[in-house]
């Protein structure tokens, strides 16, 4: 079987994050901070849950600076979120945010996308300390 491929891509300005909420698809973003950076390990994280579900995710999966996107023109979705070190996941369908995940919590960042890769108009917000 070949290995699956996860394609993470960086969203490195507001333009280029208001037009990935512009996508019919599930976005699933990481924010980080300038200090920090995207956590090392989500893309081998990732690739594992692939690999689990048999195929390919039901979603995008981006990065974005969270402290360069609050205060641009476009970022006003992200202002609500901390500057931390630690991971912020923020999922968005259809330019609406449907879930959070806090931390680096794989089983509950798997719940949320399978919740909402299909056709949801709920909104959740799923935190871990």
Do not use: N
């Not at 974005?64 to 979705?77: K, T």
């Not at 806090?102 to 299909?118: C, E, H, I, N």
């Amino acid at each position: 079987m070949a290995a699956l491929q996860v394609k993470v891509e960086e969203l490195g300005d507001a333009g280029t994050f208001a037009e990935a909420l512009k996508r019919d698809r599930l976005q699933v973003i990481e924010l980080y901070t300038a200090w920090t950076g995207p956590t090392a390990a989500a893309k081998t994280a990732w690739r594992k849950l692939a690999v689990d579900m048999g195929g390919p995710l039901p979603c995008d999966l981006s990065t974005a600076c969270l402290d360069r996107m609050q205060g641009a023109p476009g970022g006003e979705p992200l202002a609500a979120f901390p500057l931390t070190s630690e991971p912020q996941w923020v999922l968005f369908k259809r330019g609406k945010q449907v879930a959070a995940v806090t931390g680096m919590d794989l089983p509950q960042l798997m719940k949320a996308v399978q919740r909402f890769s299909a056709e949801t108009p709920a909104v959740a917000r799923e935190t871990e300390c």
